[in-house]
């Protein structure tokens, strides 16, 4: 039993990095708040089941599909929505989150309810760890979720774009005093951050049904990583995520797996009383005048 | 090289540069000498384009209304409605004033970032001449930028602007905060930068004891209005700046 809690503990936790990674990467670059994230995630999801049924395609060529159409959704969403609202933090969020209403309640009108919405797993497989059986999907998803992190710092400390968001991240007005096109940044930004919430929908959903509802949870806990943990923080995502992620699997365990989602809720809302920048959040200065 | 003509620019109502005109050749030192909010870092924020970006963005927001007019001109080319990131392309580039570098990246990194136009090999080479013409540099490669000294802050400021390649390069007030010793080894870092790379180069400064000498050209303002125009030496020997600006 203990010995259970704790490796799926952890594989929860790299569930839920993996899930607040894209948005935290969004938000910590060009400080939108992509409230359709969770939309994404299923969309992602609608899509390579699509791929799979509908088009016939094999199982990589579909997630593939469907992660870029999902990244390109996102660059398209700032590129004409977004760039005009830039700096707004509230009109950001109420577009982003309606962008997201629109997508789910699209998903349900189109009839994509039931049980039969569901995405096979890459390998059938199972491995026996210290007595406690885990199936290799879920240690599929630890390795996805390892790699996309090292990736992801390779990339901002290795690329030329990279670099821009590290700039962009930093100092708009310094970056493009560089040459640095910091709109076209901030759209592969959000780009990369949904395309990142598929992956995670395409490694992750095969553990369970694709369904509308499954939106807002994805919504619901990365937005609990990323506050708890300090919004544009990556070491944050990491505490936080094994914080939810232990704190969830207890509760799972011990109480009933209907109260895993309001683990979430609670944390944020403990947060916000105690330290309401996050755990390794940095409450920015207000931009100093130029 | 440059030629800025007519440029007024207003926050809200206020008159920050009142009907300014400049003219810079290549190959000169320029300095804009001015106080306290006379307008210098307005001015160089019109040149390098930035102006534009703040203007948009205060506009998206509802914020304030900034308003330019006037032409800047650039090499025969009328860039006055050219965006910031576009003028870097060209090869203007300004060290902006109190936050040049960024601050949570390692120097090496700064200067990548800078790199971001650029070929590989170029910014090796534009690296290389940094960290030879700042030895100090060389040493804190590894060291978050945030942590330099100001005076170290601001020669990894130029550095950076070395490695985008500029003809035109703007420091906004780079001996801001300077002890004078480090002034005066700043001044002699931007005079070799001059030498080594025979870039152009414009000073925004409020001391002008360091920087009178080493210019070829000066344009005094004064609440946005340009008062005095003369060659260095002409400006230093001016009774009314010498009263101003050197405390006789
Ligand atoms: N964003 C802004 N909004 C409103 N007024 C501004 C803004 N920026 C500058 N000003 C005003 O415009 C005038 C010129 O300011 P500017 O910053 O260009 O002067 P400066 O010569 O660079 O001053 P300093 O030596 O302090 O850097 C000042 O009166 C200043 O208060
Ligand atoms: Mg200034």
């Known amino acids: 039993m203990f010995e259970a809690t704790l490796i799926y503990g952890l594989v929860n936790s790299v569930i839920l990095a993996l899930v607040a990674l894209g948005f935290n990467l969004t938000f910590g670059i060009s400080g939108v708040a992509n409230f359709a994230y969770g939309a994404f995630y299923v969309t992602a999801g609608f899509l390579t089941w699509s791929g799979l049924n509908q088009l016939g395609l094999p199982f990589g060529v579909a997630a593939a599909l469907a992660v870029l159409i999902t990244a390109l959704m996102g660059a398209l969403m700032y590129r004409y929505l977004l760039l005009r609202l830039r700096g707004l933090v509230v009109s ?4 982003t989150f309606g962008v997201g209403l629109a997508l789910l309640e699209l998903f349900r009108y189109l009839g994509f309810i039931g049980f039969e919405y569901t995405l096979p797993v890459m390998i059938d497989a199972s491995v026996d760890i210290a007595g406690v059986v885990v199936d290799a999907q879920r240690i599929l998803i630890v390795v996805v979720g390892a790699s996309l992190a090292a990736l992801l710092w390779v990339f901002t400390r290795h690329t030329r774009t990279g670099r821009a968001f590290r700039a962009i991240a930093q100092d708009e007005h310094t970056a493009l005093t560089l040459g640095i096109n910091t709109d076209r940044v901030a759209t592969i930004s959000v780009a990369f951050g949904a395309g990142y919430g598929a992956i995670a929908a395409v490694v992750i959903l095969p553990l369970g049904t694709i369904s509308v509802g499954e939106g807002y949870n994805v919504l619901v806990n990365a937005l609990a990583v990323c506050i708890v943990g300090g919004l544009g923080s990556t070491v944050g995502v990491i505490v ?8 969830q699997m207890i509760t799972a365990t011990y109480v009933d797996t209907h109260w895993m989602m309001i683990v979430s809720l609670v944390a944020i809302l403990i947060i916000l009383l105690i330290k309401p920048s996050g755990l390794f959040g940095q409450q920015k200065e207000l931009e100093e005048r130029i | 090289m440059l030629e800025v003509t007519g440029m007024m620019v207003f926050y809200e109502n206020a008159l920050a540069v009142n009907d300014l005109s400049l003219t810079v050749e290549a190959g000169q030192i320029v300095g804009v000498i001015g106080s306290n909010s006379a307008g210098k870092t307005t001015l160089m924020n019109t040149i390098s384009g930035l102006i534009l970006d703040l203007r948009e963005k205060e506009r998206r927001k509802g914020g304030e209304r900034i308003t330019v ?33 960024f601050g949570d990246s390692t120097v090496l990194e700064n200067l990548r970032i800078a790199g971001h136009l650029r ?8 690296m290389d001449l940094t960290f030879e013409l700042f030895p100090n540099l060389a040493r804190y490669k590894r060291k978050k930028a945030g942590f330099l000294s100001g005076g170290e802050q601001q020669m990894l400021a130029i550095g950076m602007a070395l490695v985008v390649k500029p003809r035109l390069l703007l420091l906004d007030e780079p001996l801001l905060g300077l002890s004078p010793a480090m002034q005066t080894t700043l001044v002699q870092a931007i005079k070799t930068v001059r030498q080594e790379t025979g870039v152009t180069i414009v000073i925004a400064e409020q001391f002008a004891r360091p920087i009178l000498p080493m210019i070829d050209f000066g344009y005094v303002i004064e609440n946005g209005m340009l008062t005095m125009t003369g060659s260095g030496q002409e400006l230093m020997d001016n009774p009314e700046i010498k009263s101003a600006y050197f405390g006789h």
């Open chain 1, 92 to 95: 950001e969020v109420i577009a």
């Open chain 1, 240 to 247: 936080a995520s094994l914080l939810i992620g232990y704190a």
């Open chain 2, 69 to 101: 007019m006037g032409t800047v001109r650039f090499e025969d080319r009328d860039i006055s409605d050219l965006p910031p990131h576009r003028r870097a392309e060209i090869g203007i580039v300004l060290c902006r004033e109190r936050h040049p570098v």
């Open chain 2, 119 to 126: 070929a590989r090999a170029e910014v090796k080479q534009a």
